[in-house]
């Protein structure tokens, strides 16, 4: 059950992420031909909506990198340990790494409040309030991750970096190039 709930967000996430992206492109490539073909008519907020689309996606791609055992992580200092020691290093990584998201989500609802109660706003016509267009993001990212993890433990997952080769499953290296005649 947690697996199919832990697929069915990630395909969300994905699509979200994807729209979120061609949001940008649309807003941005609008404004700047806009910009080009009828300078009276330009908006200043193409850009700033842009950003924050792009914020926003890059944020919420980190749960699906998780899910996917495509974030950034150790592997290649782990694989020169036994597997055993592999399995506890991923377990301890899994666990720094649902410690961290949990810090760093807190100070990003922090840093919400303190623009909250500074009010700021962006500079454009649009005077968006900053807290909720793109402080918000990391303490929704990083929610969204800490969530995530804690699915994947009650699933049973006990490390979050890709599949590491080992020993015989280590691809065969060559040394010397292959000769093929060409007659």
Same mark, same amino acid.
């Given at each position: 059950?947690? *697996?199919?709930?832990?697929? #069915?967000?990630?395909?969300?996430?994905?699509?979200?992420?994807?729209?979120?992206?061609?949001?940008?492109?649309?807003?941005?490539?609008?404004?700047?031909?806009? +910009?080009?073909?009828?300078?009276?008519?330009? =908006?200043?907020?193409?850009?700033?909506?842009?950003?924050?689309?792009?914020?926003?996606?890059? #944020?919420?791609?980190?749960?699906?990198?998780?899910?996917?055992? $495509?974030?950034?992580?150790?592997?290649? =200092?782990?694989?020169?340990?036994?597997? +055993?020691?592999?399995?506890?290093?991923?377990?301890?990584?899994?666990?720094?790494?649902?410690?961290?998201?949990? #810090?760093?989500?807190?100070?990003?609802?922090?840093?919400?409040?303190?623009?909250?109660?500074?009010?700021? +706003?962006?500079?454009?016509?649009?005077?968006?309030?900053?807290?909720?267009?793109?402080?918000?993001?990391?303490? =929704?990212?990083?929610?969204?991750?800490?969530? $995530?993890? =804690?699915?994947?433990?009650?699933?049973?997952?006990?490390?979050?970096?890709? *599949?590491?080769?080992?020993? *015989?499953?280590?691809?065969? #290296?060559?040394?010397?190039? $292959? +000769?093929?005649?060409?007659?």
């Amino acid at each position: 059950m947690i *697996d199919k709930i832990l697929k #069915v967000w990630s395909q969300v996430e994905t699509v979200l992420i994807g729209l979120l992206l061609l949001a940008a492109l649309a807003v941005f490539l609008g404004g700047a031909v806009l +910009r080009a073909v009828a300078p009276a008519h330009a =908006v200043d907020w193409a850009e700033e909506i842009s950003v924050y689309c792009i914020i926003w996606a890059t #944020v919420l791609s980190g749960s699906v990198l998780i899910y996917e055992k $495509r974030h950034i992580s150790t592997e290649i =200092v782990a694989s020169i340990f036994p597997p +055993r020691t592999q399995a506890v290093l991923g377990f301890a990584m899994l666990l720094l790494t649902l410690g961290f998201c949990a #810090v760093i989500g807190w100070y990003g609802y922090e840093a919400v409040q303190f623009a909250l109660m500074l009010d700021e +706003r962006s500079a454009s016509s649009l005077r968006t309030p900053q807290a909720w267009a793109m402080f918000l993001a990391l303490p =929704v990212g990083m929610a969204l991750i800490v969530l $995530r993890l =804690v699915l994947m433990l009650l699933n049973g997952t006990r490390s979050i970096a890709g *599949d590491m080769l080992t020993g *015989d499953q280590a691809p065969e #290296v060559i040394t010397e190039p $292959r +000769r093929t005649d060409h007659a």
